[in-house]
Structures are given as structure tokens and as C-alpha cells.
Nanobody, 120 residues
Framework: QVQLVQSGGGLVQAGGSLRLSCAAS????????MGWYRQAPGKQRELVAG???????NYADSVKGRFTISRDNAKNTVLLQMNSLKAEDTAVYYC??????????????WGQGTQVTVSS
């Protein structure tokens, strides 16, 4: 079993910065892609940023140039640095990890969620 534990988040004024972190623990055959999703009230959950095991990144258009995803494979952690925050970034943020639970199967695990509130 794998657990993802998130930290960071909170309340910040527009234009400010926050950093989210997520640490994976438990036994597995390895962690492939990791990422961050968010869900705002009344909206569907959306992918914010993803990073492959090799470090290739992708971002939602709405956060390009403002958010940076990174990971530390040795520590099984993924970070999301959020700069120039806007009110529309307000949401619950979830980290994810695609975990090889066996040699042939991968399961997506989710963190517990962290509230990010940006005041305008």
C-alpha cells in the first residue's frame, strides 16, 4: 500500500506565492508519473501539472509560466511551486502518483487534498 501525504497551501493574496509538497511512502515496484490536480467549487477536477519519471513536464495552459512542478525521485516527493497566484487558482489541490504495484500493473494514488485560497 502506498500513501501520499501533502503539505503546504493556505491563504495568500493575489500575486503571491505558495509551495505544495507531496511525499509518497510504502512499498512498490516504483513510481512513474506524478502530478497535481485541482478542483474548484462547482467545477470538475483538472490536471494542473505533471512530471514523468524522467522529468518531462506538462502544464495546463492556465498555469504555464507561473507554476513549476519538480520531483525528487530519491525521496519520492513532488513539489508544486506556484507564483503570481490569481483568484481563479483557488481550489483544493491533489497530488497523484502512478505507482507500479506489481511488475505489470500501475495504480494512480491520490493525496488527501490541500486548500489553496487566493484573495483578490
Amino acid at each position: 500500500q502506498v500513501q501520499l501525504v501533502q503539505s503546504g497551501g493556505g491563504l495568500v493574496q493575489a500575486g503571491g506565492s505558495l509551495r505544495l509538497s507531496c511525499a509518497a511512502s510504502g512499498s512498490s515496484f516504483g513510481i512513474n508519473a506524478m502530478g497535481w490536480y485541482r478542483q474548484a467549487p462547482g467545477k470538475q477536477r483538472e490536471l494542473v501539472a505533471g512530471i514523468s519519471g524522467g522529468g518531462r513536464t506538462n502544464y495546463a495552459d492556465s498555469v504555464k509560466g507561473r507554476f513549476t512542478i519538480s520531483r525528487d525521485n530519491a525521496k519520492n516527493t513532488v513539489l508544486l511551486q506556484m507564483n503570481s497566484l490569481k483568484a481563479e487558482d483557488t481550489a483544493v489541490y491533489y497530488c497523484t502518483a502512478d505507482v507500479a504495484v506489481t511488475i505489470t500493473s500501475v495504480t494512480k494514488y491520490w493525496g488527501q487534498g490541500t486548500q489553496v485560497t487566493v484573495s483578490s
